[in-house]
């Protein structure tokens, strides 16, 4: 079965810190999604990407398709950071419509 | 601009209840699909549909219907509720063949007793 696998589980971190999440999948995909869930609350997407490198104020996106990985930073870490950060990957399927598969998410708690 | 809007956000049903989680998306999207989510698990699909009057099973299909008449609406249906249908669930939608970012409803949390 194809998996997603983000680490880690649970960060907790300090106001300023410099965040890094990571996202690992097993086979060929076509779009890594980052994904940010408040707690109570919907999910809203950050990024999509399929190659490269993608930045959006303090959050940066990275991923290395050869080596089946992404990287979701976070720069200036600040208390209204704390969420689940989900990656979620699109499989290239050859144009199959068959939806994501999710990592288990990443509880990220910023304390003052 | 409400993008996509989920209906009841809160419900508690008896086992053998059924009922209709409402979704509705106003941008036009082809793609349109349901997720449940449970602790300790990723998001997982449900079904999903690809356009008006075309529908199919995701990975947790078992217990659930959909249809799709209509580009703005892709209601969920449960026929004889479970408690292992408790669980909290997202609608999404977005261009599929574009390859565009998913916008997702805030949720429905149901609670099967």
């Known amino acids: 079965k194809n998996e997603v696998e983000q680490s880690p589980q649970n960060l907790t971190a300090q106001e300023g810190e410099f965040i890094t999440i990571n996202c690992s999948y097993s086979?060929?995909?076509?779009?890594l999604h980052w994904l940010q869930q408040h707690p109570g609350g919907g999910i809203v997407s950050l990024f999509m990407l399929s190659s490269g490198k993608k930045k959006h104020g303090r959050l940066i996106a990275t991923i290395n398709i050869q080596e089946k990985h992404s990287s979701l930073h976070i720069t200036a870490s600040h208390p209204r950071d704390s969420a689940v950060y989900i990656c979620?990957?699109?499989?290239?399927?050859?144009?199959?419509?068959?939806?994501?598969?999710f990592g288990k998410g990443t509880h990220l708690i910023i304390q003052p | 601009n409400a993008g996509v809007t989920q209906t009841p956000k809160f419900q508690v049903l008896k086992t053998g209840q059924s009922m209709t989680l409402q979704c509705a998306q106003d941008?036009?999207?082809?793609?349109m699909s349901w997720y449940r989510q449970d602790p300790g698990m990723g998001l997982r699909l449900i079904h999903y549909?690809?356009?008006?009057?075309?529908?199919d099973q995701g990975e947790v299909p078992n217990g659930y219907n959909v249809s799709r008449s209509t580009t703005e609406d892709f209601p969920l249906r449960l026929l004889s509720a479970a408690p292992s249908q408790t669980s909290v669930y997202f609608c999404a939608s977005t261009n599929w063949g574009s390859n565009q970012p998913q916008h997702f409803g805030d949720g429905t949390r149901l609670s099967i007793l």
């Open positions: 941008m036009n999207h082809e793609y």
């Open positions: 979620a990957v699109r499989w290239y399927s050859g144009g199959g419509a068959d939806g994501l598969t």
């Open positions: 086979v060929g995909i076509s779009a």
């Open positions: 549909s690809v356009g008006a009057g075309i529908t």
